[in-house]
């Protein structure tokens, strides 16, 4: 059997988004690699920086099931299209399919994930590539990372605005608890434990992404400091040093409706495009959290705020 790749060059703000409404139709997983703009390659350890287009790859078989899989892809990312347009966000290009030989085709899609450094000294590695591998910089923090289908391979502008926030505000001395909310591939969990955390708890509301975060906490050693499980922000009625979520605007104001607040006394908000970030904050002083931080990367926005009461 062969297979066919398909491929979709994309910004980094709707990588994980196309790659969200892929998963389902595909084999194998979905890659994101982004080209640096001298060699157009992936490899992001190059003088360059990787700021060229990010690519969205993934793989049907071609068998009997090939034409309707193409059909749902397509059908997908129309609709996917229709919210963009909603939001006035350009619409995303249709794939650019391409037969490719049954050699290896499980591996191929993991030759052009790089390790990516974030924040200020944090070091993504895929599992799969041998620390040996990776030039070091002191100080680093590193996390191990395989993605899965979960949200959160360190890419997208949301995901590292979280890890710049969670570097300024954890400390090893404070020995802070965190609460994670909708983990994803537990990125932000896992992060939040290496950067001094005394204890996190990551849910979400996907079994899927539940699975994927449990085998990054125990790829990065920290099963002792993290606890991962299906749930939202009333899995628990603890109260924590600080909690983060990175999800949708329209879902942070949901929950900060429905008394989100009792959870911290210090916020970490993204996954907010800056047009909405207005009606997120209205949210927090309705809800009793001062904004003390707005940081933005693109056409994204980080919200940090601090309870009031």
Known sequence: M?????SIETSNELAEAISDALFEYVEGGVVIEQF??????????????ATGPVVVRAYLPLDETTTQRCDQVEFALRCLNMAL???????????????VDT???????KENYKPIRIGKKVLIRPSWIDRAEVPTQSGEVELVLDPGQAFGTGLHPTTQ??????????????????????????????????LGAAYVLGVDTDMDAVRTGIDNVE?????????IDQGSWDYTHERFDLVVANILAPVIIKMLGQGMVARGPCFVFSGILDTQADAVIAAMNEAGIRLVDRRQMLDWVCLIGETTI
């Not at 062969?2 to 398909?6: A, K, P, T, Y």
């Not at 640096?36 to 920086?49: F, G, K, L, V, Y």
């Not at 347009?85 to 037969?99: A, D």
């Open 36 to 49: 640096n703009d001298a060699t157009r390659t992936a490899d992001r350890w190059e003088d360059e920086a």
């Open 103 to 109: 050699e290896n085709w499980a591996e191929k899609w």
């Open 219 to 227: 790829l990065n050693n920290v099963v002792h400091l993290v606890k």
């Open 85 to 99: 347009h909603q939001q006035q966000i350009l619409p995303i290009g249709m794939p650019i399919y391409r037969e």
């Open 2 to 6: 062969n297979w066919l790749e398909l």
């Open 161 to 194: 605005l979280c890890a710049a926030a969670l570097e300024d505000l954890l400390q090893p001395h404070n020995a802070w608890r965190v609460f994670d909310i909708g983990s994803g591939s537990a990125i932000l969990t896992v992060l939040a434990a290496k």
